[in-house]
């Protein structure tokens, strides 16, 4: 028995030294972040980690860059309760420090102790890292404060770069009167869409040099799509005038800025819910698709009185349909291209405008789009 025990012993203090020398078990991997940030197309600096193959932020820089955005949060932390607390749609109160570097303090993180509460409920979920000591700051994990303080986070793998896009605040999304950015911007532009789409490059090969060629056009071959069905569309894509799907056109081209116009075909059998749904879907995929592309939405043009089809698709329809995407645009940080007003007399398209049907556009009609579209310029491009 006795030589049993001796064993026991001499067997346990062997793990003990093997343990002692052995690397902790489940320490991170952390560093420097070396991938740059952009928040809402613009290229910012503050400090970031990588701990574990994801990029972990200072929620108070996060907090400073949205305070402008629909998606901007307050912080505040409760000592008695050893509280990181965090309420959304609040404005945030700077405590100074906010978007500083300093020195590499990778060997000072550790998973925070603090708890996390977002909107009054406690959050276990989360990935928080303390780092710099007793008086240093809690960093997390992009992606999941995004996903819980309602912003969207996507990385650009050819550039390296985290892109966050916030909603706007209700009432700014649309895009105001800015100086003629003229052809040069014109020419960064791609414009998908229907029918009203697919007149830009028809006209254009038709002698209205004002307007975009068809190579900035994507449309399938017969020229129209509908919202509804838009999964089932396929782009006639420029350049190898192969048909293929929407996400697939923009993870091969990578527009700078897309203009979307859609919703027109189908109107009536899509409610509020099913519209907003299909441009959320889209938008999602090409986002995936092409990170750093610019999408705007832009507005339904109106009908002329000689549209025949008022049954089933009329004015105060598109009227509506021209708010749920607006509204849409907010919620995805989508700017709103209200292109509509360049066309529209007391509601409607006025007849010279159309070209024979009531709902297909003329060549002068694209021209005064065009005009729009560079005078609702998006600005701060790099």
């Excluded at 346990?12 to 740059?36: E, I, N, Y």
């Excluded at 978007?99 to 009054?120: K, Y």
């Amino acid at each position: 028995m006795g030589k049993l025990m001796k064993k026991a012993a001499a067997l346990l203090a062997a793990v003990l030294l093997l343990t002692l020398f052995a690397p902790m078990a489940g320490a991170a991997d952390v560093c420097l972040s070396t991938q740059a940030l952009k928040v809402n197309g613009k290229t910012v600096r503050c400090s970031a980690y990588n701990i574990d193959g994801s990029n972990y932020f200072k929620l108070r820089d996060l907090a400073m860059l949205l305070t402008d955005t629909g998606s901007r949060f307050s912080v505040d932390y409760d000592e008695s309760r050893q509280a990181v607390t965090m309420v959304t749609g609040e404005a945030y109160t700077p405590v100074g420090g906010e978007l500083e570097t300093g020195e590499d303090l990778s060997a000072t993180a550790q998973p925070t102790r603090q708890r996390i509460f977002i909107d009054g409920l406690e959050r276990s979920d989360l990935s928080v890292y303390n780092i710099g000591g007793e008086k240093g700051s809690n960093y997390f994990k992009l992606r999941d404060l995004g996903e819980a303080l309602g912003f969207y986070v996507y990385y650009d793998e050819e550039s390296r770069t985290m892109l966050v896009r916030s909603r706007f605040a209700p009432g700014t999304a649309r895009l105001p009167l800015t100086e003629d950015a003229g052809r040069e911007y014109l020419d960064r532009i791609t414009f998908l869409g229907e029918c009203t789409t697919y007149g830009i490059g028809y006209y254009y090969r038709h002698g209205y040099n004002d307007l975009c060629p068809p190579a900035q056009i994507w449309t399938p071959a017969n020229g129209t799509m509908t919202l509804a069905y838009y999964e089932s569309a396929r782009i006639l894509f420029p350049g190898t005038k192969e048909e293929i799907p929407i996400a697939e056109c923009a993870r091969r081209a990578k527009p700078e800025i897309l203009i979307i116009t859609l919703g027109v075909n189908g109107l009536g059998y899509l409610d509020e819910e099913g519209f907003k749904a299909k441009f959320r879907s889209l938008v999602g995929e090409i986002r995936d698709a092409s990170p750093a592309t610019e999408i705007i939405l832009n507005a339904i043009y109106p009908l002329a009185d000689s549209w025949e089809g008022k049954s089933y698709l009329n004015n105060a329809m598109i009227d509506d349909a021209n708010i749920w995407m607006e509204a849409v645009a907010e919620e995805l940080g989508c700017p709103f291209l209200f292109c509509r007003e360049s066309l529209e007399a007391d509601g409607r398209l006025p007849e010279k405008y159309q070209n024979g049907d009531g709902l297909h556009l003329a060549g002068e009609a694209y021209s005064q789009i065009i005009a729009y579209v560079r005078t609702h310029a998006l600005t701060g491009l790099g």
